[in-house]
C-alpha cells in the first residue's frame, strides 16, 4: 500500500512538473510571438496618406485615448465628458436666452458668457491632460517565476510600498492602478466619472479650480434666475401656475442650477478639507492613516501651498516619443528623435 501511495505522489509530482513547464514554454511562444509582431509593426503607422513614425501613444497599454497625435490623452470612455459640456453649455444658453435678456443688463450676460468659458476651458484641459502615469515594465524581458517570488508589499522609510501586478512595478508612494484607465497614477485621488478621466498629481488642482468655477457659475445663474422669477410672477397675472406654464424655461434652469450649485459645494467643501489636511479622496475613504498618521501632513497653509501652489512636475511618459523595436510599454527603449 505505502509503495502505491509513493508511486502515486511521485506521479502527481512528475505531472505538476510537466504541467509548468509546458504552460512556461507556451508563455515564451507567446512572448516571442508578441515580440515578432510588434518589432515588425512597430516601424511604421500609416497616418493618412503618409507613412509616419511609431509613436508611444499609438501602442500604449492602457485604456486611454489619444488625440492631437499623442498630445492630449483623456480617457476610455468619454460620455461623461460629453455629458457634462453639454450641461454647462445648455444652462448657460437658456440663461443668456430667458433670463439675461429679461433683465437688461449687459454686464449679466458678459459676466455669465465669461464664467462659462473658464469653466469650459478648465473642463476641457483637466480632462485631457496626463494625470500623473507611471510607466511600465516589460513583463516580457522579466523570468515567470521572479515575478511570481516578489514580494507584494515591501516598506521604506515606514511607508508602504506594493508591487503593481499590471504594470509590473512598484508604485511609488500615495501611488494606485486606476481599473478604469488601466494605468498606475501618483498621487492617485479618484477617476472622475464627470470628466471621463482620472485625477492624479498632474491634473488635481485643475479638478478643484473646475469645481469651484463651476460653482460660481451656478450659483450666479441660480441667483440671478431667482430675481427674474421674483419680478415676473407678480407682474403674470395667472399665479404660480400660470407662469409654470408661460416660463418653463427659467423655472427647470432655477431647480436645475440649485442642484448643480449644492452638488458642487459639497464636493468643494470636501476637496478643500482635504487639501488642508494633505490627503487624497482615495486615502481618505479608505482611511490609510487612521493608526499611523499622515506623514505627508505639514500643517495647513504648507499643505495649501505643496498642493496648489507647487510648480506641476513633468509628465512621466513621453507619449510622442518615437518608438524603436524593443519597447513594450516602458521606457528603456524609446529613442526620442
Not at 21 to 50: M, P
Not at 217 to 242: E, Q, R, T, Y
Not at 282 to 307: A, C, R
Request: charged share 15%.
Amino acid at each position: 500500500m505505502s509503495s502505491g501511495k509513493k508511486v502515486d505522489k511521485n506521479s502527481e509530482v512528475s505531472f505538476q512538473a510537466k504541467s509548468k513547464k509546458l504552460f512556461s514554454s507556451l508563455w515564451e511562444k507567446i512572448i516571442g510571438f508578441k515580440r515578432v509582431v510588434q518589432e515588425k509593426s512597430f516601424r511604421f503607422c500609416r497616418g493618412g496618406d503618409e507613412l509616419e513614425q511609431a509613436r508611444v501613444y499609438h501602442f500604449w497599454p492602457g485604456n486611454n485615448v489619444f488625440f492631437c497625435k499623442g498630445r492630449l490623452i483623456c480617457g476610455p470612455d468619454p460620455k461623461g465628458l460629453i455629458l457634462t459640456a453639454i450641461a454647462i453649455s445648455l444652462s448657460s444658453w437658456t440663461f443668456a436666452v430667458h433670463v439675461a435678456s429679461g433683465i437688461m443688463n449687459p454686464a449679466i450676460i458678459v459676466t455669465s458668457s465669461i464664467l462659462t468659458t473658464i469653466v469650459l476651458v478648465n473642463l476641457v484641459y483637466v480632462s485631457t491632460i496626463d494625470p500623473g502615469i507611471i510607466p511600465r515594465n516589460d513583463l516580457g524581458t522579466i523570468d515567470a517565476g521572479k515575478r511570481r517570488r516578489r514580494s507584494r508589499v515591501v516598506v521604506i522609510n515606514g511607508i508602504e510600498v506594493k508591487f503593481c501586478n499590471i504594470c509590473n512595478i512598484y508604485r511609488p508612494p500615495r501611488t494606485c492602478h486606476c481599473a478604469t484607465c488601466n494605468n498606475c497614477i501618483q498621487q492617485f485621488d479618484h477617476h472622475c466619472t464627470w470628466i471621463g478621466h482620472c485625477v492624479g498629481l498632474r491634473n488635481y488642482r485643475l479638478h478643484v479650480t473646475f469645481l469651484l468655477t463651476g460653482l460660481l457659475l451656478f450659483a450666479f445663474i441660480f441667483i440671478s434666475s431667482c430675481k427674474s422669477v421674483h419680478h415676473k410672477l407678480p407682474g403674470d397675472g395667472n399665479g404660480v401656475i400660470g407662469f409654470l406654464r408661460n416660463d418653463p424655461e427659467t423655472v427647470a434652469l432655477t431647480l436645475f442650477s440649485f442642484v448643480a450649485m449644492c452638488f458642487l459645494a459639497g464636493f468643494s467643501c470636501y476637496h478643500v478639507y482635504l487639501i488642508a489636511i494633505n490627503q487624497t479622496s482615495y486615502e481618505h475613504f479608505h482611511q490609510k492613516y487612521v493608526n499611523s498618521g499622515n506623514p505627508y501632513d505639514k500643517g495647513i497653509l504648507n499643505n495649501i501651498k505643496e498642493v496648489l501652489l507647487a510648480p506641476q512636475p513633468p509628465s512621466s511618459v513621453n507619449f510622442r516619443a518615437d518608438v524603436e523595436p524593443g519597447w513594450f510599454g516602458g521606457l528603456s527603449d524609446i529613442s526620442i528623435k
